[in-house]
């Protein structure tokens, strides 16, 4: 005779939600969780965040064009596809899941739980920074495979610009998708993406870009892109090109509080 209990069995407390929330952390990590999965999941996030980066370095490691300075041409190839892979997970990526979970209400929803809009806004920004871990990794064994040999002094430096652009894309990226309809941030996260991909200095270096590198040093992709190039080509800190990435995240994060609607 069987002696596993049933659901008869179990006393009523054992079938009680807990009536205490979980702990502050546990609840960012379990959103940070989930919400990474689902970037990962998402076959046109990893389409922007993964293919087009792996396409566009294999493009640049076997072709000549375009010109993108005098060093070995996958040294400068690959810190800016990396910036383009942060750009993606950072500011694209979450302009248009964020715009839409705020259409369909699930912004709001969840700003009412015990995790809290904070805490929402937390766990998000860890999960970007997950995705962009598996992407650096990924991308960087591709690079490594094209003949990409980067300075590994210029790791720290490389880290510090990674972490200041993605709080610099994330606030942009909330400020898009909370202030214009979800069609529109879908259209408008992508055409700056385009934009920036061919004239914000991330993968062309500013310097090779004519009359449009002074703009391009100023943007933060191209900042980024500039402190990539800096710290895995040479070692070195770019700390304007970080200056500059603080600024952008100042103002990034002071708008989005300011306008950032959450239906």
């Not at 493009?59 to 040294?75: K, Q, Y």
């Not at 510090?160 to 214009?180: D, E, I, P, R, Y």
């Amino acid at each position: 005779m069987s002696t596993t209990p049933t659901i008869d069995d179990l006393p009523a407390g054992r079938l009680a939600p807990d009536p205490a929330a979980a702990p502050a952390i546990a609840r960012v990590l379990a959103q940070a969780r989930f919400d990474a999965t689902v970037l990962l999941r998402n076959g046109e996030q990893l389409l922007l965040t993964l293919v087009l980066p792996a396409l566009l370095l294999v493009a640049l490691a076997v072709t000549s064009v375009p010109d993108l300075g005098r060093e070995r041409r996958i040294d400068l190839a690959t810190p800016g596809v990396l910036a383009l892979a942060v750009l993606s997970t950072a500011f694209t990526g979450q302009a248009i899941g964020t715009g839409f979970d705020r259409r369909y209400g699930v912004l709001r929803l969840l700003g009412t739980t015990p995790l809290g809009r904070r805490g929402l806004l937390a766990g998000r920004a860890l999960a970007v920074l997950a995705v962009e871990v598996v992407q650096i990794a990924v991308l960087g064994l591709l690079g490594a495979a094209l003949g990409w040999r980067p300075d590994v002094g210029g790791v720290l430096p490389a880290a510090l610009a990674v972490l200041v652009a993605t709080a610099a894309f994330v606030s942009l990226g909330l400020l898009l998708a909370g202030t214009l309809r979800s069609e529109a941030v879908l259209a408008a996260a992508n055409l700056v993406w385009v934009l920036l991909l061919a004239g914000g200095g991330v993968v062309v270096p500013p310097d090779r870009l004519h009359g449009l590198g002074t703009v391009a040093e100023l943007l933060p992709s191209g900042a980024l892109a500039d402190a990539l190039r800096a710290a895995l080509l040479h070692g070195e800190a770019r700390w304007g090109a970080i200056a500059v990435l603080l600024v952008w995240t100042a103002a990034g994060s002071a708008a989005a509080a300011r306008w950032f609607r959450w239906d």
